[in-house]
């Protein structure tokens, strides 16, 4: 475990970590999921990027104690940035599937044309096109999705930023420049 010596004037000094990254971990796990959940507010998600910290660390070899504990806390930060930008991509993406799918409006007023969007997802790779479908007609999380194909959640997200950047590049674009 990762040892504290308290000097004369009060001020703590780490010492070296004993009991490598599995020492770290079990010292500072809790307290980095709670820092996690503090940026996440998702548990499972939290959790998951404390571990995915954990991996990172562990490839990298950094001993220090006080080096180790930035980086994850750094690691963990970026996550949590990465998750954020994807929520708000995945949200303007639903938006418009949903738009596409359930108005009654014409589809000059609704935005994206049901027909167009389902022609687009359809020119897509068969997993892409599976995993964009299962994630935002069918609501599924990713470890759903990985389970119902027989693939890794990596190559879940992986098929879904594909998915998505390529039906981003597909889509038409409005006067702004963006997408409706």
Known sequence: ???AAVEAVGTV???????GV????RAEYRHLVRYAY???????????????????LQRRGITAADDARAYLHVVILNASRGRWRRAQRDRGLRLRLVA???????AADAGLPRAELVDAVNRLPRRQREVIALRYWA?????????ALGISVGTVKTAASRGLA????EL???ETGGHP
């Not at 599995?22 to 971990?25: A, D, I, P, V």
């Not at 609501?139 to 389970?147: G, N, T």
């Not at 390529?166 to 590049?169: D, E, H, N, T």
């Open 100 to 106: 596409g799918a359930t108005t009654t409006q014409p």
């Open 172 to 174: 038409p674009t409005n």
């Open 38 to 56: 503090l940026l996440m507010r998702d548990l499972p998600a939290a959790e998951d990027a404390v571990q995915d910290a954990f991996i990172a």
């Open 13 to 19: 000094v780490e010492l070296p970590m004993s009991g």
């Open 1 to 3: 475990m990762v040892q």
């Open 139 to 147: 609501d599924l999380p990713e470890k759903e999705i990985a389970a």
């Open 166 to 169: 390529a039906l981003a590049r």
């Open 22 to 25: 599995e020492g770290l971990y």
